[in-house]
Nanobody, 123 residues
């Protein structure tokens, strides 16, 4: 059974940076596409970023492009999200997700989810 545990959330001010991490266990991490999603209060969960198994290809939502960077470590079985120039509209619970796939496509359904970590950005 795959387990995903997020960490690194917190409260920051607009313009600050934050780094989220997700530790994976119980599966074949190196065969997975990993992603970050977020859900703000009263809104639907939305895609943030994804990285394929090799780390060579990454994908981003337009709202975070050029500010966020997703990366993975296939030795430590972790995936990270470096968030720079944070804005109040980035406030949300951030979720790590795992899909048994060697590639990514839009609206892909992910198999496993973490419990989420709260990110709050004040103006």
């Amino acid at each position: 059974q795959v387990q995903l545990v997020e960490s690194g959330g917190g409260m920051v001010q607009a313009g600050d940076s934050l780094r989220l991490s997700c530790a994976a266990s119980g599966g074949t991490f190196t065969s997975s596409t990993m992603a970050w999603f977020r859900q703000a209060p009263g809104k639907e969960r939305e895609f943030v970023a994804a990285v394929i198994w090799s780390g060579r290809s990454t994908y981003y939502a337009d709202s975070v492009k050029d500010r966020f960077t997703i990366s993975r470590d296939n030795v430590k079985y972790t995936v990270s999200l470096q968030m720079n120039s944070l804005k109040p509209e980035d406030t949300a619970v951030y979720y790590c997700a795992d899909k048994r796939s060697n590639y990514y496509y839009a609206n892909m359904l992910f198999d496993y989810w973490g419990q989420g970590t709260q990110v709050t950005v004040s103006s």
